[in-house]
Each structure stands twice: as C-alpha cells, then as structure tokens.
C-alpha cells in the first residue's frame, strides 16, 4: 500500500515564524495570542500591520477590551509599537482609524527583560543585606 506524501510548504506563504526566544520573556497567555496574531498578518518588508481590535478579537476570541489589555503588555515589554491612524470618509470627516502596529526586532525586549530581571537581583541583595545587619545588630544587643 502506498502512502500519499504530503505536499511542501511554500516558504513564503500559509504560515510564520515566530522567535524563540519569546517564550523566555514570560508573556500572557493572551498576549502570546495577539502577538502571533500581529506576526500572522505582519507585511514581511515593513514589520507593520493595522487590524482592528476587533478583527484580531475574532481571530484569537477574545473581546475588543482584551484585546486592548494585551497590547498595552505587548507595548511596555517592547514587542511592538503602536501609532495612531486616521481616515477621511465620503464626506470628509476625520475619524480614528486602525492602530499601526510595528513589530520591533526581538533583542529590544530580551534586553529590557533582562535589565528588569537584574534590578529585581539587586533589590533582593540589598533586602538580604539590610536583614543580615539588623539580625547581627539585635543578636549582639541581645549578648551585651
């Protein structure tokens, strides 16, 4: 019997990559969704992309609000970044238009994250300093 081999991916085209070293960075469960999702519909030549809460909503099923919530976290870790557009309708109006998501290089959040992890390093020694003297200070009160 003879198995029918499956066909080859295009390299371009029906899927994306997403780096590896995002799942050192700690995200959400939530935000790991929205931002596979920007990955997903990024133009490959620019980093950009501009769905809508809403569409993005769809496409990983959550609210727009949700939505909204995970992109702030995807901003402060520096993931993306995000610019404001507007549109002019039929009758001339200005309106709000779709964010401008920019997908920003990967090594900009590891370094961020790293940095934050050596602060908390340093806020902990400093903690364990200050409890090492006082517990020498009151046990040498307590033997005087």
Known sequence: MKYKQWSKRDPIKN????????????????????????????????????????TIGRAVRMSANTVRKYVCELEERQLIST???????????????????TIRPIQLALDQFYEQQLAQIDVAAERQRVANALALRNDSTHSA
Request: aromatic share 16%; glycine share 6%; hydrophobic share 30%.
């Open 15 to 54: 899927y994306f990559q997403l780096p590896n070293e995002i799942f050192l960075l700690r995200l959400s469960p939530g935000a790991l969704a929205v931002y596979s999702y920007l990955l997903c519909c990024e133009n490959r030549n620019t980093y950009q992309c501009w769905p809508s809460y809403k």
């Open 83 to 101: 610019e404001n557009r507007s549109v002019t309708t039929k009758a001339g109006l200005k309106r709000n238009g779709n964010l401008l998501y």
